[in-house]
């Protein structure tokens, strides 16, 4: 696990902590969004998946600053299911623009782990560059 997750937070200019608790709420939201026996792939290609979604801590918040936050960052990257998984990362101090760094990465390592028709799955749920998505 701490090999993933250090990588990632290298690589996206974000602390180790950061990325610990970013890729547990991506793990979390694509739990929420693909098939059971799909997300049971992810949950395998990730080593602890549980403790990293759980140490994600990802209690709901609403409503002021949050729920401004939530809705401009849906708006620069779509909307949607998008929007909550932003606004998780955004309550975990993982600005707009680490997210853009940090979420294509979380999909490198997948797609090294998994089958394509699971990766092109959890591409299309995830914000990002186009060129990931091919």
Request: no cysteine.
């Amino acid at each position: 696990m701490s090999d993933i997750v250090s990588d990632l937070a290298e690589k996206s200019g974000i602390s180790v902590e950061q990325a610990k608790k970013g890729l547990g709420a991506v793990l979390a939201f694509v739990k929420e969004h693909v098939p059971e026996d799909a997300f049971s792939q992810v949950s395998t290609a990730v080593p602890n998946s549980d403790q990293i979604m759980a140490a994600a801590g990802l209690e709901q918040e609403s409503g002021g600053i949050i729920g401004t936050l939530k809705e401009k960052i849906g708006k620069l990257f779509g909307g949607g299911g998008v929007a909550a998984l932003l606004s998780k990362l955004s309550s975990m101090g993982i600005s707009a623009e680490q997210a853009k760094a940090f979420i294509p990465r979380v999909m490198e390592f997948l797609k090294g782990k998994l089958p394509d028709s699971i990766t092109k799955q959890i591409a299309g749920l995830l914000p990002m560059s186009e060129e990931t998505h091919a």
